[in-house]
């Protein structure tokens, strides 16, 4: 089998109903999952893999298993299934724990892990007891945040038409770290600048419309959402930093929605953007603090900086003029002196000048 083969029999784990048809229209976005996907299967392969001798054809195929598990199943009921299909193995439960966790994740792009395990974690992950489903765990992760004051008209904000991701890092000194994992997808950095954002655009769109995944619908839909907001289709700009970026989701337009502007309509990432919609109101970085924006809210910044900028200027004129005029007078004093000597040694060259003029020509 090819490797390219390869790839097209990972994502029918994931996907079982992808068409042909579709992956090669999106060849390029689901190039970047499958690379992800196989990468994971080399650390599968390597020496010091925890879940020896599991391979990721295992792994994918426990997908296959949970799938089709009811929703309502435990995660004990889904680790003894699993167990079981893969007793030929001989692997400790420790191990099995740990394949339901991997498959979960390579599922559904969301960083699993076993409450017990949740200790020694460095990095955003979703805690799965062993009494819980998994549908619930995702519930309840993905729950929005409660209002600490209920929502009126009078509160309903516009977001600007320039929260774009590539107005953030170019104006106002942030930088993106791409995600696998939607769990840190708007995580902000406010010390280092640094938005995570989450990368796989196809992949919500193929849980929506496949119907087959534990995430809830209006998860999968805001997080599309986020993306049309921050990197808006039809900008040049936007596709110009995502090419630069080596991101494709650009070509994927917006997948039937629309760029929304009302924070109204964002839920669990709604505090986010509202964070980065504050940024805009602040002073630009770099040399964008020096033009005038759109609301001319920096007037007074701006006019200060020019003038100042325009009397600094004219003082190094000023200065520049008065050091040029020196060194043409000192030019002229040289070449006045030069002069007189030829003068003077024109005239005691004649004859008779020695006693005609004794006091020069002596």
């Not at 299934?81 to 339901?100: D, F």
Request: proline share 4%.
């Amino acid at each position: 089998m090819t490797p390219d083969e390869k790839g097209v029999q990972i994502l029918h784990y994931i996907w079982p109903n992808l068409s042909e048809q579709e992956l090669s229209v999106n060849a390029a976005d689901y190039a970047r999952i499958r690379e992800y996907l196989s990468g994971k299967g080399r650390a599968l392969d390597a020496p010091s893999s925890t879940l020896s001798p599991l391979s990721l054809d295992d792994v994918l195929g426990v997908i296959d298993d949970i799938r089709r598990l009811s929703a309502a199943s435990r995660r004990w009921e889904v680790v003894q299934v699993v167990g079981e299909k893969l007793q030929h193995k001989n692997l400790t439960l420790p191990v099995v724990s740990k394949a339901v966790d991997l498959a979960v994740s390579l599922w559904l792009t969301v960083t699993v892990r076993s409450t017990a395990d949740l200790l020694h974690a460095n990095f955003p992950m979703l805690g799965w007891a062993d009494d819980q489903t998994l549908e619930a765990v995702l519930q309840s992760a993905f729950q929005s945040p409660k209002e600490e004051t209920p929502k009126t008209v009078a509160t309903t904000v516009e977001i600007k038409g320039d929260l774009t991701m590539t107005n953030l890092v170019t104006n106002f000194g942030f930088s993106i770290r791409w995600t696998h994992n939607l769990i840190e997808h708007l995580s902000i950095d406010w010390v280092g600048r640094v938005i995570t954002v989450y990368e796989h655009k196809i992949c919500l769109w193929n849980h929506l419309r496949f119907k087959d995944s534990p995430l809830p619908p209006h998860i999968l839909e805001e997080a599309i959402d986020t993306l049309n907001l921050l990197f808006p289709f039809g900008d040049t700009a936007t596709e110009t930093f995502l090419r630069k970026h080596g991101r494709t989701f650009y070509g994927l337009g917006y997948f039937g929605r629309r760029r929304t502007l009302k924070i109204d309509d964002y839920s669990y990432w709604r505090k986010r953007i509202e964070e980065l919609q504050k940024v805009l109101d602040g002073t630009p970085s770099g040399l964008q603090q020096l033009a005038l924006d759109k609301n001319r809210s920096n007037v007074l910044a701006f006019t200060t900086f020019w003038i100042a900028t325009v009397v600094g200027v004219l003082a190094v004129m000023g200065l520049a003029a008065g050091v040029a005029s020196t060194v043409y007078a000192k030019k002229q004093y040289d070449l006045a002196l030069l002069q007189y000597a030829l003068s003077l040694a024109q005239a005691c060259a004649a004859p008779g000048a020695a006693e005609q003029l004794p006091e020069f020509c002596s």
